[in-house]
Each structure stands twice: as structure tokens, then as C-alpha cells.
């Protein structure tokens, strides 16, 4: 008997996270489950609130506890399992079990206000006897007639009057008639809201796999098939068929009846993937990304719960996918920023997964060309298992990188962003009638404006940031919270009227392209052009047709397409990102040039990757250059461990945020003077300090960045922090607690 729960409400305050007992009225008593969404009064407002134990006492006086309201949801949003994940989360990163919950599970299917979508369908009035004589009764009078009702016998689809006239190719009139006639009847059902994706009908045909493919497949189908639990690493260079052993192990869990995750990061979930999966899988896959509608999401989840769906493919929140007995989540491109969430809770999908798996089975797999260092460590300790696919289907060579050095260039007087030998490869390629990739990961047209006479730049009102040029709009824009204004004449600090605008963005490459490849067809792909739904698949569909001759974008391009015909790949600057302050940015540049460089030399064409910088004497560059993940790790990995950086030590960034900068900067120096009764467990504390972006969005920023050694010295600490300290700081101040940072801007 279940007399009480206990409930989490959805209130995001820290003393607010604990459960509260709620009575559980007698209608709901059989009903009522872990992971259920319900109404409760709080106080004295209504609240939603989540399922979370179950109680015969509780330790309130009997009179004050208050029933739940209602149950809003039909489904229950989580099980035990999915559960004790969560609270693991909230334990490991520190925040609110709420603020977990809330961000594993979509909104609409959390309110239930989504309405299910009904349509409204075609079908036959009378049985297949029935409807054999009539079609041989019409089969001279209306042949068309004929034809229709044959269809329906023959096809199980949910077609409305025009859909059903446009398939048999006659009018919508012809349709009306057998309707008249009491031939055909409309039926009513819940139709699932799909996303938008180009369906190619499921084909069969599968490659042979490669010696190397079914070598690590074997592998993994050990596990498979004896329900055991582990995780791998599957190092495999760009286009050495990674993706197809994917979609084997998948097969073969799917005939033993489990599920699968498959994540990839956001910006690769072309529709090329989709399809790729679609055409093995039809639709046992179901997608989860940020760009669908709510009832898109809603849509999608529901089929996962139901078992409609077995496959969830999807970006960083589908490692939280609702899939039927799942036993494998595959992390494509496992390297990857974006599996780590920028706002609360901050965390990466990457952790999650594999405690997923610990918790309730399963095998991880972690695929990509450029390991993150840390996962590579880890496979060497053993932690994961490591496999490599070292060739490239069809033994296609890795195609030759050339670093070319910008200030010889310079010194050669060429001005141009693009130096001679790349100019001269996009001409010989466009001469051949290939394709060229130009990469930039700055969009934008200049990157910001500079007055000569006072040095002064013009930057955002509410972030310590310089704004960006956008010529299209002739505006300036701030890319951190969207300020936007218009381009002054003068100097805002002194007047003067010679204001210039530095750097180079994707807008301005494009520009400068069109002056220098007269003919050519250009085109540009990064944030600001694939705001349109569908417009990201139609830039690459005209790629993959061969109608665009060059194509310029940023980290977009960089992954996930595989087109033959390129043969070029132009990276304009490799020191962007070099110069960020950041401890991984050489490991950054190393996976986004290879990212880049893999663009090419697939198919039958030779390709060439041409690399402009001002640094060419960089390791990760050239390490790059000659596709060596050993010689770059081997560098890496040893500042890391100098410099006791990941994977030697566990780093928490607190960021200390308020609108006062006075306040911020004494509420961060109590932060230090409380850690340093720590500092027996701590390696090292840097900082406090201002952020690199000390202002964002109006507020000032601090942090201060702890390197511990060990995951249970972390936790204490930040439990401590949490419990002693922050209880007794100014409201005014924000403290961000970010474990595991991977952006330290
Ligand atoms: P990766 O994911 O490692 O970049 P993909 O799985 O995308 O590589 O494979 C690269 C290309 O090779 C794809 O076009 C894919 O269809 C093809 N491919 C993969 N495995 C085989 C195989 N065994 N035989 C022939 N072609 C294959
Ligand atoms: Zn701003
Ligand atoms: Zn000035």
C-alpha cells in the first residue's frame, strides 16, 4: 500500500532540494509510480512536482501533509535506474536534483501540454471479398476508381483524400465518389509528429566489411552477446568506416532485443547521418536534437517509451533517451565539446553515459579519429578497451598537408588572405571541375573594430567582448548574448573618423572569394546561414549534386560529410584557436585540422590540405600536418602531466558572477581564504581572478580554478563549499560550480 510519496518539486533553490511527503489519494494509489510528473500545492501556489520514493509513514504531523493535486503525466518520465542516475549527477556536479531532471527530460512531455496530433484517414468500407467484386464491378465504368480501392487493398498507409488522389495520380474528385458510394470511409488516429528528414527507403545492401571492421566488431560482440559490461575506445581515422561498425553492433543487439544511443555531436547530425541510419534501420530510429518543435520532441520520446522506436539518435540530452532495454550507447566523435553542457548542470554526456551503463548495462562504445587526451590516457590504464581502425576504406591514402607559413607570404608581398598555393590549388581544382572547402571557424565579416588613432575597440555593452562585423546587415554584433548596433562613423572614445575593421570571419572569406574565383559558385555555411530549418541540408544536397564549386563555413564543415569529389581543403587561419587561453587549445587545433583534412582524399580523387598559419612550428600543427595522434599525444600528455592538467588531476572552475564588481571580487576572495583550510587535498588553486571574459551579459565574472587529485577529494570539497560556504553568501552574488570544465573562457 502506498499511503505517501516522496516529491521533488520543481522550485530551483538550493534549500529547496530535498523531498517532501505528500499523502496519495485513494484513486491514485494503484496508479501512482517513480518517475511520475504530478501537481502539488507548496505553499500556496501549485507546483509541478516528480515522483522520486514511496512511503507507509511519514514523519509530519498526519493533519499537515497534503495530498497531490493530480498526475499529470500518463507516463512515468524516468524509472529506479534513470533515477540513480540523476542523483548521481546532482552528487557529481553539484546541482540541483530538479535541474537534472528538468534538462534529461522535454519539456513538452514534462507538462503534457503538447496535444497529440490526429489525422484524419482513407480506408476501405468493407472487407476484401466485398472489395474484390466492387473493383470488378468498376473495373470498365471508372477505372480509376478501380485503381484506388486496388491500392488501399494493397498498401497499409494513412493517406487523407489528396494524399490518396496523388498517389494513384487522379483527382481529388475521383476520391469523393467511392466515399459517396459508401466504398470508402474516413478513420480516425494518434499520428506521431516526425522530424524533418529526406527518407531514402531502406535498402539492404550492407558492404562487405574490411579485415579491420570485423576484427573490432568481433570484439564488442563478445560483450553483446553475453550481457557483460564494458566500454571501449574505437580509434578509427576519418573515413575508416567507423559509422558501418555502428551500425553492425547496433544490428546485432537490436536481433537480441536491445536498444541503442547513439550520440553525435550537435553540429554533425546532418541529415546525411539520419539517413544513413534510416536506410538500415526505417523507423526503429527515432531523432532528438534541439532544433525540432516541441511536438517533434514530444513525439519522439513517446515512440522510444513505447517501444515504436528502439534507436535514439541524437545529440548530447539523448544520452537520457527513453530506449526499451538499452544495451549500447555509442559516442561518435567522443572528443567533441559540445557533449559537455554550458549551462546547469553542467554536464558531459561522455560521464553520464558511462554510469548509465554501470547502473543498468550495457557497453559504451566511444568512437573517434582524434581522441580526447583523457579518453586516450584512459584506454592505456586500461579503463576502456582500445580498438583502431588505422586504414582507410578502399586503402585510400591520407591526403598530403602543406603548412604554409603567412608571414613568408607577407614577406613575399602577397596581401591576400589566401596565399599563392592556395590560390593555385582552387584553381587547378575548379579547372577540373572539383570541389573546394574553405574553413574559417570565426563567422562573421571582421572580427572587430579597431580606432588607429587611440587603439580604442568597440565592444559589447553587456560582455567584456568586442563586437563582430556583419556586413550583410551592416550591423555590429556581439556573438555572446546578441547585442546588436549599428557601425558608429566616429570613434566612440575619441572621435576620430579612422575606425578600421580587423580580422577575418567566414562572411569576408566568402566575399574575398567571389572577387578572386570570378564564376565560381560560392557558397557559405555557418550559424548565420543555416538559421532556416532544412537550409544546413540543402547547402550540403547542393554540395553532394556538384552544384556548388566552393564551399566556406566554420566547425560545421569540418565533420560528418563525405563527399568524393573534393579535392581541395583550405584552412584560412590554424591560430585561432591556438592563441585562446585555454590548456587544450593545441589539443583543439589538432582535432579540428585532422577533422578538416579528413574532408578529402575520399573516393577515387586525390585531395590536398593546405594549412595557413603564422605558428607552422606548432606540435599540434604538425602533428596535423603528418596525421600523427601518437606524436601529438606523446607531447601533449607530457605539459598535462608537468603542468598537473587532466587526466593528472580533477579540475572544478568556480566562477563568481554578480552585477557589483566589488561584490564579486570579495565574495571570491572569501571563496579563496575558506579553500585554503583545504588545501591538504588540493594540488593547486588558481586564481581568483578575472575571467577571460570578465563581463558577460551586464554581469562581472571571477573564478577561481581548483586542481585536485582524485574524484572523492573533489567531492568533498565541493560538498563542503556547498554546505558551509554558500549558505552564507550575499543573494547578490552567483556562484557557478563547473566540474569537469572544458571551456575555461
Ligand atoms: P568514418 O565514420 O570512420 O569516417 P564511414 O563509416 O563514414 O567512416 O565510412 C567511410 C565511407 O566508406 C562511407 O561512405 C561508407 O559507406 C564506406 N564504407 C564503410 N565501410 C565499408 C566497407 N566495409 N566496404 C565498403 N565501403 C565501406
Ligand atoms: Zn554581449
Ligand atoms: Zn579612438
Known amino acids: 500500500m502506498t499511503d505517501y510519496v516522496k516529491i521533488i518539486v520543481d522550485i530551483p533553490l538550493s534549500h529547496l532540494d530535498n523531498s517532501y511527503d505528500y499523502r496519495v489519494p485513494e484513486k491514485y494509489k494503484d496508479i501512482i509510480k517513480i518517475g ?48 540513480e542516475l540523476f542523483k548521481w549527477m546532482a552528487s557529481y556536479y553539484k546541482c540541483l536534483l530538479v535541474k537534472v531532471i528538468k534538462s534529461a527530460i522535454p519539456t513538452g512531455v514534462i507538462t503534457g501540454k503538447v496535444k497529440k496530433k490526429r489525422v484524419r484517414f482513407l480506408s476501405l468500407n468493407q472487407n476484401q471479398e466485398e472489395t474484390d467484386r466492387i473493383i470488378n464491378e468498376l473495373r470498365k465504368k471508372a477505372p480509376k476508381q478501380k485503381e484506388i480501392l486496388e491500392f488501399l487493398l494493397a498498401n497499409d498507409e494513412y493517406l487523407s483524400t489528396s494524399q490518396l488522389a496523388e498517389r494513384v495520380s487522379t483527382s481529388a474528385g475521383t476520391v469523393s465518389r467511392l466515399i459517396k458510394k459508401g466504398y470508402l470511409k474516413y478513420e480516425e488516429k494518434i499520428s506521431r509528429r516526425r522530424p524533418y528528414f529526406k527518407k531514402s527507403s531502406p535498402g539492404s545492401s550492407k558492404p562487405e566489411l574490411t579485415k579491420e571492421q570485423q576484427e573490432v566488431i568481433d570484439k564488442i560482440l563478445v560483450n553483446i552477446k553475453g550481457n557483460k559490461t564494458d566500454s571501449y575506445l574505437l580509434h578509427g581515422v576519418t573515413g575508416s568506416g567507423k559509422t558501418e561498425v555502428y551500425l553492425r553492433i547496433i544490428e546485432e543487439g537490436l536481433s537480441r532485443g536491445k536498444g541503442a544511443i547513439v550520440l553525435v555531436p550537435e553540429i554533425s547530425l546532418t541529415p546525411m547521418m539520419v539517413r544513413r541510419f534510416y536506410q538500415r534501420f526505417g523507423d526503429k530510429i527515432a531523432v532528438l536534437h534541439s532544433n525540432l518543435s516541441l511536438g517533434e520532441r514530444y513525439d519522439e520520446w513517446r515512440r522510444l517509451y513505447y517501444g515504436e522506436a528502439l534507436i535514439a539518435i541524437g545529440a548530447r540530452s539523448a544520452v537520457f533517451a527513453p530506449v526499451k532495454n538499452c544495451g549500447l550507447i555509442i559516442i561518435d566523435e567522443e572528443h567533441e565539446t559540445s557533449y559537455k553542457q554550458g549551462e546547469n548542470p553542467y554536464y558531459h554526456a561522455r560521464e553520464v553515459a558511462l554510469k548509465r551503463v554501470k547502473l543498468s548495462g550495457g557497453v559504451v562504445i566511444l568512437g573517434s579519429a582524434t581522441p580526447s587526451l583523457e579518453s586516450y590516457y584512459y584506454a592505456q590504464e586500461g579503463k576502456f578497451k582500445y580498438l583502431a581502425l588505422t586504414e582507410r576504406i578502399n586503402t585510400e591514402e591520407m591526403p598530403p598537408v602543406s603548412i604554409i607559413d603567412m608571414r613568408e607570404e607577407l614577406r613575399n608581398g602577397n596581401t591576400s588572405i589566401f596565399s599563392t598555393s592556395l590560390k593555385k590549388a582552387i584553381n587547378n581544382s575548379l579547372l577540373k571541375k572539383e570541389q573546394v572547402l574553405i574553413f574559417l571557424n570565426r563567422r562573421g565579416y571582421a572580427n572587430f573594430i579597431l580606432c588607429r588613432e587611440c587603439g580604442h575597440v568597440i565592444k559589447c555593452k553587456n560582455c567584456d567582448i568586442s563586437l563582430t562585423y556583419h556586413e550583410s546587415e551592416n550591423s555590429l554584433r556581439c556573438h555572446y548574448c546578441d547585442f546588436t548596433s549599428i557601425v558608429p562613423r566616429n570613434c566612440p572614445a575619441c572621435g576620430s573618423v579612422f575606425i578600421k575593421k580587423f580580422g577575418i570571419g567566414t562572411e569576408r572569406i566568402e566575399e574575398e572569394l567571389k572577387k578572386e574565383f570570378t564564376g565560381a559558385v560560392i557558397e557559405r555555411m555557418d550559424v548565420d546561414t543555416t538559421t532556416r530549418k532544412g537550409s544546413h541540408y540543402e547547402i550540403l544536397e547542393r554540395i553532394e549534386k556538384g552544384e556548388t564549386d566552393i564551399l566556406v563555413g566554420t566547425q560545421m564543415i569540418a565533420k560528418g560529410h563525405d563527399y568524393p569529389n573534393i579535392s581541395v581543403v ?13 590548456f587544450r587549445s593545441g589539443e583543439r587545433t589538432f582535432q579540428l585540422l585532422t577533422q578538416v583534412a579528413g574532408r578529402t582524399g575520399r573516393g577515387s580523387k586525390n585531395g590536398e590540405v593546405i594549412i595557413q598559419t603564422y605558428t607552422p612550428e606548432h606540435y599540434s600543427i604538425i602533428a596535423a600536418s603528418k596525421h600523427d595522434y601518437l606524436q601529438f599525444y ?100 552567483g556562484f557557478i560550480i563547473d566540474v569537469d570544465p572544458i571551456k575555461m573562457l
Not at 49 to 78: A, C, H, W, Y
Not at 570 to 581: W, Y
Open 36 to 83: 511520475h510528473a504530478v501537481k502539488v500545492r507548496f505553499g500556496n501556489r501549485m507546483v509541478v512536482g516528480f515522483v522520486i520514493g514511496f512511503s507507509n509513514t511519514t514523519d509530519l504531523d498526519k493533519d499537515r501533509v497534503r495530498d497531490i493535486s493530480s498526475i499529470i503525466t500518463k507516463e512515468e518520465l524516468f524509472n529506479e535506474e534513470m533515477l
Open 570 to 582: 583550405g584552412v584560412i587561419t590554424a591560430d585561432n584557436i591556438l592563441n585562446l587561453p585555454d
Open 634 to 733: 606523446n607531447q601533449e600528455i607530457n605539459s598535462r602531466k608537468k603542468l598537473f592538467y587532466p587526466p593528472f588531476s580533477q579540475l572544478v572552475n568556480i566562477i563568481i558572477q554578480g552585477y557589483q564588481e566589488q561584490g564579486v571580487v570579495k565574495a571570491a576572495e572569501q571563496l579563496n581564504v575558506f579553500l585554503k583550510d583545504y588545501q591538504q587535498y588540493i594540488k593547486e588553486i588558481l586564481g581568483p581572478s578575472p575571467a577571460p571574459i570578465n563581463k558577460l551579459r551586464n554581469r562581472y565574472r571571477w573564478q577561481i580554478i581548483l586542481k585536485i587529485q582524485g574524484w572523492a577529494k573533489r567531492n568533498f570539497i565541493l560538498a563542503e563549499t556547498r554546505s558551509k560556504f554558500l549558505p552564507e553568501q550575499d543573494k547578490e552574488i
